[in-house]
């Protein structure tokens, strides 16, 4: 499946485009094995259980309870990551997820306030575990966490080792949950509105409404399968999207002639040689992917 785009690429190539290219480019290393990167696998491990946890009649055993049996099967379950690991690392990492147990408890006890126990069950409960999902249309691939029902309604969720937003979710979470939705709609037939993440290592669980746009600029020449599900979104034609983005220029200096060339050829090779014509009477402003822009007399701005 070397033809598809890995959802994680896409957060990675939002941070720094070398990112993916260098993991493609050059042949993979085996990393050192650091005592955070224990720590992360075991917080995921004690997660897949929080439903447990929230269930339980005592937080403070049930917790410690995970992190023994995450602990007792890490090695086993990460095998080729953890091939020939420090015992005293392993032991390390132990002792610093068990310092993150009270707040745990504390996130966990007030994700119950928010949402409810039941609604808080629903959410950490799995009924698919990473599945891998492939979308022929979009051209990616991924796994979400969990597949959810909440409500009889399908839905998805992430667990982040990481830090937590002071309130809602970090924006690269808001991207991954996205493109998994779609992933997700495309493999099972559905409509996925909402997205979960589960900030791990704090307890923290935030259900948020997955809306992909709320306007879509289509031209008007777009095949209808290449459309993206728009629900109750606005969809405009580029065409109109033009005329209301050129003439609201604050000093209103572009206020004069415009126009909009489309097709599916030669669109360049159009504006260029309008443009080149245009010019020899008044400035003119050419927006095409032609680059460097045309000299004239006066000289024309590009964008």
């Known amino acids: 499946m070397e033809d598809y785009i890995r959802v994680s690429d896409i957060t990675n190539y939002l941070k720094c485009p070398r990112l993916v290219y260098y993991a493609y480019k050059e042949p993979r290393t085996e990393n050192a094995i650091t005592s955070a990167y224990v720590e992360s696998l075991l917080i995921r491990e004690m997660a897949r259980s929080y439903a447990d946890v929230v269930q339980s009649g005592n937080m403070d055993d049930a917790l410690q309870e995970l992190l023994d049996v995450a602990a007792h099967q890490l090695t086993a379950i990460y095998r080729e990551e953890l091939r020939g690991i420090d015992e005293e690392k392993l032991f390390e990492a132990f002792d610093t997820v068990r310092s993150y147990l009270e707040g745990i408890k504390c996130g966990i006890l007030e994700s119950v306030e928010r949402l409810g126990s039941n609604m808080l069950v629903e959410l950490l409960t799995s009924h698919d575990t990473e599945p891998v999902l492939y979308s022929k249309k979009f051209g990616l691939s991924g796994s979400p966490d969990r597949l959810i029902m909440v409500d009889d309604v399908p839905g998805l969720s992430i667990i982040r080792t990481g830090r937590a937003p002071e309130s809602g979710i970090w924006k690269n979470d808001r991207i991954r949950l996205t493109a998994l939705s779609i992933l997700m709609e495309e493999e099972y037939d559905c409509v996925v509105s909402s997205g979960t993440v589960e900030y791990a290592r704090y307890?923290?669980?935030?259900?948020?409404?997955?809306?992909?746009?709320?306007?879509?600029?289509?031209?008007?020449?777009?095949?209808?399968?290449?459309?993206?599900?728009?629900?109750?979104?606005?969809?405009?034609?580029?065409?109109?999207?033009?005329?209301?983005?050129?003439?609201?220029?604050?000093?209103?200096?572009?206020?004069?002639?415009?126009?909009?060339?489309?097709?599916?050829?030669?669109?360049?090779?159009?504006?260029?040689?309008?443009?080149?014509?245009?010019?020899?009477?008044?400035?003119?402003?050419?927006?095409?992917?032609?680059?460097?822009?045309?000299?004239?007399?006066?000289?024309?701005?590009?964008?």
């Not at 097709?263 to 040689?273: D, E, H, M, P």
Request: proline share 9%.
């Open 203 to 303: 307890g923290i669980i935030r259900n948020t409404n997955i809306k992909r746009s709320d306007l879509i600029v289509a031209p008007v020449h777009l095949d209808p399968a290449l459309m993206p599900y728009s629900g109750d979104c606005t969809v405009i034609t580029h065409h109109r999207a033009v005329g209301e983005l050129i003439p609201g220029t604050p000093d209103g200096s572009l206020e004069k002639r415009i126009i909009e060339i489309t097709g599916t050829g030669a669109k360049t090779s159009t504006a260029t040689l309008l443009a080149d014509m245009a010019s020899r009477s008044m400035s003119v402003l050419s927006h095409t992917t032609r680059s460097p822009p045309i000299s004239t007399i006066p000289r024309p701005s590009s964008i």
